[in-house]
């Protein structure tokens, strides 16, 4: 896995700490700093997503993805899948996430929460490699609701 960050503040850009990442599979996203009202020239414009917000973005990607594949392997018929992630970080650098929650709504046809709360838990403990990552520094709890399609 690949990807390249370039810096395009020095490019006379909007924002003195914008990001572009370029992902080995070709694709692209921006990221750019909080603005710093005491230094404005280092901080962002809160034109994209924070690197610390694409992180827990990508955790929750990472177990979303293995919810509905473990649900569509158990032949269950699952429409829907959510999953909120609220953080805190420490107070001193490096500002690590020290507890993550992360909510799944889970909708499906007759869906059994017992089947959820498996898929979450194998996510969790086995498979979401970014779960597994953060739960080093970080405690993370897991909920779920589950939907009626």
């Not at 994209?48 to 917000?53: D, G, H, I, L, Q």
Request: with cysteine.
């Amino acid at each position: 896995m690949e990807c390249t960050v370039n810096w395009t503040g020095a490019l006379a850009t909007r924002s003195n700490m914008g990001f572009l990442a370029e992902t080995g599979s070709g694709h692209t996203l921006m990221m750019d700093g909080a603005p710093d009202a005491a230094k404005p020239d280092n901080g962002g414009q809160n034109l994209a997503p924070r690197p610390m917000e694409l992180l827990l973005a990508g955790a929750g990607g990472c177990t979303a993805y293995d919810v509905v594949l473990i649900l569509k392997r158990g032949r269950h018929d699952v429409r829907g899948c959510s999953v909120k992630l609220s953080a805190d970080r420490a107070e001193t650098d490096p500002k690590v996430f020290t507890t993550i929650n992360m909510h799944f709504t889970v909708t499906g046809k007759a869906l059994p929460a017992a089947a959820v709360e498996r898929a979450i838990a194998m996510s969790h403990d086995k498979y979401c490699s970014a779960s597994v990552m953060l739960g080093k520094t970080a405690a993370i709890t897991t909920s779920f609701e589950v939907l009626e399609a």
